[in-house]
């Protein structure tokens, strides 16, 4: 996103409008509503970590995790202590997509590095930039991106994913950073390399090795866009031992090399390419 905006630059609550914005706040932000709101907030998480407080308990939301709180319902939340928060975030009232997910209070669902946490981001930045236009459809090209968000998750919970690919895919997140084995991953969820590869390909629509570029090419992107690392340093903080490789990919993936994205976000006009 371009730039961010303060907590202090929006009222507690929306009417029928749809409103959003962009925070990166420290672990003195919080947000306290007894009563409730009278529309449902949508979150996405880029970095660091927030936490969710309704009467049902508590839960978190860390980078690439989407939460849905629903509206009435009494809650707090805020950055998680010794940590930051950067989210991008929408209140809405109640669409009849919320109806497919999950019935609870505080809705976390981790969303994977890849083609999907991309889409749903780009929903977000389409989001909170009509949501500041004054066209006639600025309501109902809110809404539809806040459906296209619902209907993705919606779409992922309804598709059980095979737990020994989940698990897969949690080791994958945890060690991007390190030398892949395919053999040591295979041994680690229970299967044979060959039967890995197959079923990976077949629940994910990559290949391993392919997916983990993926999540490393948009790990490097965020460094680069919120943490101000160059594009040398992102390449080697997500695990790419070769500069070039990783410039080739970035390129293919991005359609600017790594050294351009980086020097557009220093930009005036700041942004991504």
């Known amino acids: ?126 989001l909170l930039q009509d949501s500041r236009d004054r066209s006639g459809f600025r309501h109902a090209l809110c809404e539809n991106s806040i459906r296209e968000i619902l209907l993705l998750v919606a779409q992922r919970t309804s598709h059980k994913q095979d737990s020994r690919i989940e698990h897969a895919l949690q080791l994958l997140s945890r060690s991007m950073h390190e030398e892949l084995r395919i053999h040591d991953l295979a041994r680690s969820v229970g299967l044979s390399p060959s039967r890995l590869s197959h079923l990976f390909r077949e629940e994910t629509g990559e290949s391993i090795v392919e997916y983990l570029n993926h999540m490393r090419l948009r790990q490097a992107a965020l460094l680069m866009e919120h943490m101000g690392r160059t594009a040398t340093e992102a390449s080697f903080d997500v695990g790419f031992n070769n500069y070039n490789h990783f410039a080739a990919l970035f390129r293919r993936v991005y359609g600017v090399s790594p050294r351009n994205y980086a020097k557009a976000l220093r930009s005036p006009t700041g942004g991504s390419p």
């Open 1 to 126: 996103m371009p730039e961010y905006n303060r907590p202090a630059e929006y009222n507690d609550t929306s009417d029928d409008a749809i409103i959003g914005g962009h925070f990166d706040e420290d672990d003195t932000y919080t947000a306290r509503r007894p009563s409730g709101m009278n529309d449902s907030l949508i979150v996405f998480t880029l970095s660091g970590e927030g936490y969710f407080r309704t009467p049902a308990g508590e839960k978190s939301c860390g980078a690439g995790q989407l939460v849905l709180l629903r509206s009435g319902v009494p809650h707090e939340y805020g950055t998680v202590a010794g940590t930051r928060w950067n989210f991008v975030w929408a209140h809405f009232q109640k669409l009849p997509e919320t109806d497919y997910l999950p019935p609870e209070e505080v809705f976390v669902h981790d969303l994977p590095e890849g083609h999907l946490r991309n889409r749903v981001y780009r929903a977000f930045q389409n």
